[in-house]
């Protein structure tokens, strides 16, 4: 792997990661589109942490908040919050449990995600419309409620498949249970340190396993690349959220998935 593709790599991690777009289907496509080998497991550890790191960073007081709340002798929303967004983890921890491995390794190819690009986009326009209809909507990650943790929890397993998007199924999830779109966002970053967490831990094990493949300085200026991307990412969704909808990334997913069955089939 060269310097210059593990920029273009960390930077599609750091800014797809969080937009609803797939970060999983893009890191796919770029190598297809321009013939580079597929990137090794440890390169995609790495942008993983650097993207959890970005996560940490931005959230800092969100997570100081849930985690002085969890330790407090009195039940706050804050506290109760941690307990839902473990919740809300279980479901994707067991689907993959029982459909890791070879089988998902199949699904990496430009069909799967073109296909799951378009549906997961068609489904968060029409969630995106169904939030209107919410005469009060969840303007707090902490007034999240159980139900709604659930839903979001069972939407996050399709993110599985290549193409879906974690942040585009989750956020998806929050807008039907009746979130407003600037909370379905947050809660869906807060959701992703596990379920990131947990994808960089199982992916190192696959890392372990074929050995090390990446030079040190790609990995270091993917992990850079990840990272400050990463951070901008999540403050200029969250910005945008507060004006605008999730059209703009529906619409996005469905023209893109069009062209790649066109230019793979």
């Given at each position: ?21 797939s970060?999983?289907?893009h ?11 597929l990137q ?18 931005v ?15 009195r039940s ?41 690009l ?28 159980w ?5 979001i ?26 979130m ?86």
């Open positions: 792997m060269t310097i210059f593709q593990a920029l273009i790599l960390g930077l599609v991690q750091g800014i797809t990661e969080f937009l609803p777009v970060s999983s289907g890191l796919i496509l770029f190598p297809e589109f321009f013939g580079w080998e090794g497991y440890d390169f995609d550890v790495l942008i993983h942490v650097a993207t959890l790191c970005a996560i940490f960073w959230l800092r007081e969100d997570l100081l908040g849930i985690s002085k709340g969890f330790f407090s002798k706050t929303g804050e506290g109760v919050l941690g307990m839902k967004i473990f919740i809300a983890t279980v479901p994707v921890v067991v689907a993959g449990l029982f459909i890791a491995g070879a089988f998902l390794d199949d699904l990496r190819n430009p069909t799967t995600v073109a296909v799951m378009i549906v997961w986009g068609v489904v968060l326009w029409i969630a995106d419309e169904v939030s209107k209809r919410y005469k009060r909507s969840t303007t707090a990650p902490a007034r999240t409620t139900q709604q943790a659930i839903i929890g069972l939407f996050q397993m399709a993110a599985l498949i290549p193409g879906s998007s974690r942040s585009g199924v989750t956020m998806s999830g929050g807008l039907f249970a009746g407003n779109r600037e909370t379905a966002a947050r809660f869906s970053f807060l959701l992703a340190i596990p379920a990131v967490g947990g994808a960089a831990i199982f992916v190192l094990f696959d890392a372990i396993e074929v050995g090390f493949q990446t030079d040190f300085f790609p990995l270091l200026v993917g992990f850079a690349a990840a990272f400050f991307s990463g951070m901008i990412s999540i403050r200029l969704l969250l910005a945008f959220l507060q004006k605008a909808t999730f059209r703009s990334f529906a619409l996005y997913r469905i023209v893109l998935g069009i062209v790649v069955l066109l230019i793979f089939l």
